[in-house]
């Protein structure tokens, strides 16, 4: 049985004591659940202050990006093995807003997953489609790119780390959430993709989880479906009302 995954993605939002505020709060009313995990990726300035509120409680911290080397002249760049030091175990990479505003391409986010699993960390790797991806019929192959690229040379044991995030772009932020069976339809398509690779047993015990307009009302619904394994919420996370209702799904 895949446990189910739920991480709040903060995005840039909440300054430290913003943050402290929320994760006391939101860790007071969760006790552990053999069914699902929960995380929180605050902006990096958070992580290492949420640790300590977070230590000995079942929500784990994700961060939102890393870089690829583990140290090194790279201004403004923050890499695993720093994340891991800081209180982190999972990390974003590949984000649509990643590719999309700061130029991340397949080669990159494969990269960040592999420094990720070096480091110590658990990548969630995320791909999905534009709308006029979608339009022009092209969703497949382009997600297919994006695990052939994005997962290159990720090893059998490594995979095991790794978590597989679908977020179409087009649902994102949008409050236009794919139907369960939209979803559902494109993990169960990730999940051939893993299949061919790593063989269906391995395969079976990846992790997908859905992103992309993700709210109280939804979330079950999704998580419902057979390879929907958690989900990655980005608005509805901000605010302790509705993620709770969330991670209580
Ligand atoms: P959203 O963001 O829930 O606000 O659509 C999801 C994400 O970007 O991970």
Redesign the pocket.
Known sequence: MRRALIIG?W?MHKTVAESVEFARALSGGFTARADREVAIAPPFTALHALAAILKGTPIDLCAQDVHWEREGAFTGEVSATMLLDAGCRFVLVG???RRCFFGESNDDVNRKARSALRGGLSPVV?VGETLDEREADQTLSVLRRQLKEGLNNISADDIRRSIV?Y?PVW????GKTATPEQAEEIHDFIRQFLERVYGKELAAEIRVIY?????PENAGSLMAKKDIDGV??????LHLDSFRKIIHY
């Open positions: 993605n995005k984000h649509s807003e995320c995030a977020e649902a994102i932020g949008t992103g992309g307009s993700v709210n990655l919420v980005g608005g509805a996370s």
